[in-house]
């Protein structure tokens, strides 16, 4: 069967929480379109990966939240791979609480990782795709970027910001033929943060086990049912490729219909 999208064999990608979930099934899907790639992450992340993920891929120890950590790691990426012409920031935090409980602290947390994160590793890595005369850039936002959601004024706060972001930076960059979009998915339960997620729907009595919360989860999505990693990985897939070449400073939805309501 032919492939939906033209990806050009030997491209050089850094994918930001990368040792889990949606950032390695893009990482992993990428290598299969002939990318190298490395995978950035926490070190404790990293040591969970396979021994099959740590041979394919170049594992880079990185805390997204912290400039020097984000440099060293971006450099290391860069000379490794020999350039940098695609980064996908997947790294991410999550945590359901009511505004008058989210202590500065937690804030600060949630926004570091999942907006100054993007920022930083997108500003170390900008002069080597520019280089490249053919940068890709992909954000992983959220449905939580484009609506408010109960219980998620910071995690809103950090994708709509990821949302803004990838707009500014993409006109900014376009005369150097570097492309920036993000993707917006909806609940996928099969991740960690997934994970993550049903546990504290039981806490809050969403439901009283993880298949309650999901199929409860999944009638609230007009096509009837959460989403998967794949589901999110194409379409990132597709915004790297030759297919997306005049799209850029987009965001699509991938939540089963969910916010066109
Ligand atoms: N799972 C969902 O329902 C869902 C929905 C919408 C958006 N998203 C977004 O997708 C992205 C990927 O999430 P996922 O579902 O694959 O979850 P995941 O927990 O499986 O993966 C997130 C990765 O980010 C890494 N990470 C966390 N803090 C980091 C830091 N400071 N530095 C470097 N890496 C760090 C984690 O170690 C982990 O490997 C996140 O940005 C998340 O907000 C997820």
């Known amino acids: ?14 994918v930001t929480g990368g040792a889990s979930g949606i950032g390695l099934g893009a990482a992993r899907r ?6 190298r790639v490395a995978l950035a992450d926490l070190p404790r992340a990293l040591e969970r990966l396979s021994p099959t993920d740590a041979a ?15 440099a060293r790691g971006v450099a290391e990426a860069n000379a490794r791979l020999g350039g940098l012409d695609t980064l996908v920031n997947s790294a ?14 937690e804030w600060d947390r949630i926004l570091d990782v999942n907006l100054k994160g993007t920022f930083l590793v997108m500003r170390e890595a900008m002069p080597h795709l520019k280089a490249s005369g053919a940068g890709r850039i992909v954000n992983i936002a959220s449905d939580a970027g484009k609506r408010g959601f109960a219980l998620l004024a910071a995690y809103c706060a950090s994708k709509f910001g990821v949302v803004g972001l990838t707009q500014a930076v993409a006109a900014e960059v376009a005369p150097h033929k570097v492309r920036v979009n993000a993707v917006c998915p909806g609940t996928v339960a099969e991740t960690q ?9 039981i806490e809050l009595g969403f439901g009283a086990s993880p298949d309650e919360v999901v199929r409860r989860g999944a009638a609230s999505f007009p096509l009837q049912r959460v989403g998967t990693v794949a589901d999110v990985v194409e379409a990132i897939l597709f915004l790297v490729s030759e297919g997306s070449n005049w799209i850029t400073g987009e965001s699509i939805n991938i939540d089963g219909g969910s916010l066109s309501g």
């Open 1 to 14: 069967m032919p492939e939906l999208f033209t990806i050009t064999p030997g491209r050089r990608a850094l």
């Open 30 to 35: 990428l290598r299969e379109f002939g990318a």
């Open 56 to 70: 394919d891929f170049v594992p880079i120890a990185m805390d997204v939240t912290d400039d020097a950590s984000v």
């Open 92 to 105: 991410g935090v999550f945590q359901f609480r009511a505004i008058e409980n989210i202590a500065t602290a």
């Open 193 to 201: 943060m997934g994970k993550v997620v049903i546990d504290q729907k």
